[in-house]
């Protein structure tokens, strides 16, 4: 039996708004109900704030290698599309790279307190090893700790290869495993097209086959500007029109972005059962909307928190999108409360998912959680220490971050690598 107790905690967040104080038990990588056992590692949480770990519910981790670029900034997504794919064929997208720009992307993760991330891969070369590019994000993962949802993307990709892939990255990663997650909740396997602006019905029909047989979630983006536009132009439909009659509105569905939807289109979501992501560090300073968070959640749809990818994100630091979640939520809407927006980024992420024993830290959950340093002039004159996590200092680091029981960032460095090397290598790689 391997047991830690987390002590001394100036507030502890159970899930979805919920504090309490007293200690945090853990045994064998799971929170329970029950005094800490003798010879239990004691994490001292004094002067800090304790959360669930957070759960990033859209990343794309090969864009980390692609951050900043000229000409990706500010810019349509239909100029800013064809940008990245120059930018992906310069650099020669491969296993190495999609290991290396993981590696990177999930350490920077596990640093801002993220202790799952949904990877929605996309870009798929013709002569690519598909099962090796999955297999190296997922090597990377299990190297640093992290949980993976490994997402098998399709952006203009054939269908039937497309689906093939997905057949066979499934296979190499959760072959057997219930819904897609290996035994350990370590991995899990999703699949889903980059929307309809980009791929066929085709390729959403096979995928979700691939998903039926399997046991795994599905995932795509919708409703961000050149989706609607595409969608009009190409089929005279919305795009909500579309995944509706692609079978795509169903509870194993989460959406990504979500800025043009209508109150009808919400009722509709919420009468099928999808979840959602919200993206706001991509949408808001790209110009591609802004999704009516209060609505979605109003209506009873379940709502994430995603940074999306370098490319448009140039942070992966999910706690930062979060406070930028609750400036800009009154500007569609009603205000965000702190911790409406801090569930979002834990049991919401969690929830589109399909994984409710992450993002809590109530009996049964899994032992992810983070020790937020709330002591220093940054937090000086907070009344709610809880709130002041997303308020006040933008970009704060956690102090301590356990996965599964085991620490994984202590005193705010990575404990399985060292975070100089994995900068030096992606920046090798890619030759700047």
């Keep these: 039996m391997t047991a830690l107790v987390v002590r001394g905690a100036h507030a502890v967040v159970e899930a979805e708004g919920r504090v309490r104080s007293g200690d945090v038990v853990c045994v064998d990588g799971v929170v329970i109900d029950a005094p800490a056992p003798a010879g239990a590692t004691v994490l001292d949480a004094h002067g800090c704030v304790v959360t669930p770990g957070l759960v990033n ?54 640093l801002s307190g993220v202790t799952a991330v949904a ?25 640093l700790g992290v949980r993976l949802a490994f997402v098998r993307g399709a952006a203009r990709d054939d269908p039937e290869r497309a689906a093939l892939s997905a057949e066979a990255i499934a296979a190499a990663l959760v072959d057997g495993c219930p819904d897609g997650v290996t035994a350990d909740g370590m991995l899990q396997v999703a699949v889903g097209p980059a929307g309809v602006h980009s791929d066929p019905r085709e390729t959403f029909a096979l995928l979700a086959e691939v998903a039926a047989r399997r046991g795994l979630r599905r995932r795509t983006q919708a409703n961000e500007v050149v989706d609607v536009e595409v969608a009009q132009q190409r089929y005279g439909r919305r795009p909500l029109d579309l995944l509706e009659e692609w079978g795509w509105l169903a509870p194993d569905v989460t959406l990504a972005h979500l800025c043009g939807v209508t109150d009808g289109e919400i009722a ?18 790209m110009g591609w909307g802004v999704a009516p968070v209060a609505k979605l959640r109003d209506a009873g749809i379940p709502v994430g928190l995603g940074t999306s990818g370098g490319g448009s994100n140039d942070a992966g630091h999910l706690l930062a999108d979060a406070r930028l979640a609750m400036q800009v939520s009154a500007l569609v809407g009603s205000q965000l409360a702190a911790s409406a927006v801090l569930a979002m980024a834990t049991a919401g992420s969690a929830d589109g998912l399909g994984r409710p024993e992450l993002g809590r830290l109530t009996p049964g959950s899994a032992a992810d959680l983070c020790l937020w340093d709330v002591s220093g002039v940054a937090d000086a004159g907070v009344d709610d220490r809880v709130a002041g996590l997303l ?11 356990v996965v599964a029981g085991r620490v994984v960032v202590e005193d705010g460095c990575l404990r399985s690598a060292d975070e100089a090397e994995i900068t030096a290598r992606l920046f090798e790689r890619v030759g700047r």
Excluded at 269 to 281: K, R
């Design 268 to 285: 509709r979501l919420a009468a099928a059962g999808v979840t959602a992501t919200h993206a706001p560090g991509c949408d808001v300073p």
């Design 119 to 143: 990877d929605h891969h996309l870009t798929w070369p013709d002569d690519a090893d598909t099962v090796a590019m999955a297999q190296a994000a997922a090597a990377a993962a299990a190297d």
């Design 57 to 110: 519910a859209h990343h794309h981790l090969l864009q980390t290698a692609f951050r900043t670029l000229p000409g990706t900034r500010g810019i349509p997504m239909r100029e800013w599309l064809p940008a990245m794919a120059t930018a992906y064929a310069t650099a020669g997208v491969d296993p190495e790279l999609t290991g290396i720009a993981a590696r990177a992307g999930l350490a920077e993760a596990l």
């Design 391 to 401: 308020w006040a200092s933008p970009g704060r680091r956690p102090r301590t971050v």
